[in-house]
């Protein structure tokens, strides 16, 4: 069975400054993976995805996520921050094994002060 | 437009009772989910449905039945609540294919008193 690992449970940056949310899966075939996010009171939204190809993949809202095969892991990351981006970060994984079925990590909170 | 709803959006009720979260997504997909977040935000699927069949059915007390009227619905019933049962409940859909990502409905914060 698949596992979803996000070390990092609550992190604090002040705005400008850079973003790297570390999340780490395990499973040992093909995987897709996916980052949403949770803003205060709101439902989750896609923020990027990785399938197939280059595994350095841009999302909405300036954020990129790099897959790493070797260390089964796919980092967020965001040169600059701003109070905008506070909210809840999730990472998620779905195997080829279970074409719909979605395995997230526990999640990040993330809170920029101005 | 509201891509998938959920009603309603806050529940609160007493243990013991019976209560019913609908959903509903107006995407055209296939296959639809209900999530459960606790309190510390973990987010595990509980069931999913794809064209009105269970496909996923994880490890819930028998109290939680799915029911799925057609492929654009997928109502979450609970009997006999209990107050572990308190959380915020996920309806999310897709399309058929493998890369295709979830939708999520905004939530149903269910608080037991």
């Known amino acids: 069975a698949q596992s979803v690992s996000q070390h990092n449970h609550h992190v604090i940056l002040s705005e400008a400054a850079s973003l790297e949310l570390g999340c780490n899966y395990s499973?040992?075939?093909?995987?897709?993976l996916f980052w949403y996010v949770q803003y205060p009171g709101q439902h989750l939204q896609l923020l990027l995805k990785?399938?197939?190809?280059?595994?350095l993949v841009k999302g909405i809202k300036g954020f990129e996520a790099e897959f790493i095969k070797s260390k089964f892991s796919f980092n967020l990351r965001k040169p600059s921050v701003q109070w905008s981006d506070t909210a809840e970060y999730f990472c998620a994984v779905r195997s080829s094994g279970s074409a719909r079925q979605l395995t997230f990590g526990s999640g990040t909170q993330l809170t920029v002060l101005p | 437009d509201t891509a998938v709803s959920q009603t309603p959006k806050y529940l609160v009720t007493q243990m013991g009772n019976d209560k019913s979260i609908k959903c509903e997504q107006n995407l055209g997909h296939d296959t639809m989910y209900w999530y459960k977040q606790d309190s510390k935000k973990f987010l595990k699927i509980m069931f999913s449905?794809?064209?009105?069949?269970?496909?996923i059915n994880e490890t819930v007390p028998n109290r939680f039945s799915p029911k799925s009227p057609d492929k654009a619905h997928l109502n979450l019933h609970i009997n006999s609540l209990e107050l572990g049962d308190s959380a915020v409940y996920f309806c999310a859909s897709s399309q058929d294919g493998r890369n295709q990502p979830q939708h999520f409905g905004d939530g149903t914060r269910l608080s037991i008193l």
């Open positions: 499973y040992g075939g093909t995987v897709n």
């Open positions: 449905y794809n064209n009105k069949e269970l496909i």
């Open positions: 990785y399938f197939s190809g280059d595994p």
